[in-house]
Every structure is written in C-alpha cells, then in structure tokens.
C-alpha cells in the first residue's frame, strides 16, 4: 500500500501471484484513511497511554480551549476519544461552518469514533476546529477528516 500522509490516505491495489508466476488481474482498489495523530496547543496537556492513538491524547486544561488544525477538504468528519460517565463535551466545525456539539459522556470505552459530519452532508474547506465545552473530563485523541472522493474501482461507470 502508499500513504499520502499529508492526507492521512492510505491507498492499495491489490494483485496476486500464484506459485507458477502467474498474476492476477488488477482487484479494485482499496483505499483507507489513518486518523490524524493531534498535537498539543495552548489550553491542551498531553496525556500518555497505551489506550491512546500512537500512545497519546490531548486533555483540555480549561474550559473553552482550541485545537485549530490545518486547512483541508472535509466530507466526511470522526472524532477519536475515549467516552466515559464523567466525560464532559466538545463542539467542532470546519471553516466558518456551524459548530457540532460532541458530547463524550456515555459508557467506558478507549476509543471510539463520533461521527461529526457524515459523508452525505456536502462538502466543506477550512481549518477544523476543536473546543472543549467542559462539563466533564475533555480528552480527544484523534481525526479523521476525509474528502468525499472514492478509489477509481468503486465508481460506477
């Protein structure tokens, strides 16, 4: 496979060798997405563990603190955090666009995935911004911002 890691796109196109030196036809392509690993900025702490993404997560100091990512093209938007019964809320937006409340309370998990922006929802371009809201523990750990493009293969002619 290659990655394009300035867009977390990991992409494959998958053949096949038998033991003869035979090669298969080209299979359609496969194309995944790795979530963006997020760096520390004023209002954040890091937090290490075994639990997290590459080992960490980010956890907000105070209320109202920003995580300001690059400029991108987002069709699709997940947020990666731990949930738990005393986890408090965070609102995302990409661009200039409305803010979507995630709120991180609910039963334990490590990690999980919060849809923010579903991939029928349009396309948006700006930089993703992420504020923490409190009520509770805020710890985000990762995102995935993918665009609504689709591998070659998997469209219909």
Known sequence: YQCDWSSDVCSSDPRVV?????TSAWSDPVEFFVPRNLTRSRGWAKVSGTDYLRGDALGAIRRGARLVLPSTTVGELRLVAPSGPRMGKVRIRVGHRDWHVVDLSGPRAALRQYVVIDRYSG?????IVIQALGGGKVLVDGVVARPNRFPAGAQRR
């Open 18 to 22: 038998d033991k003869a030196g035979n």
């Open 123 to 127: 396309v948006r371009k700006g930089r």
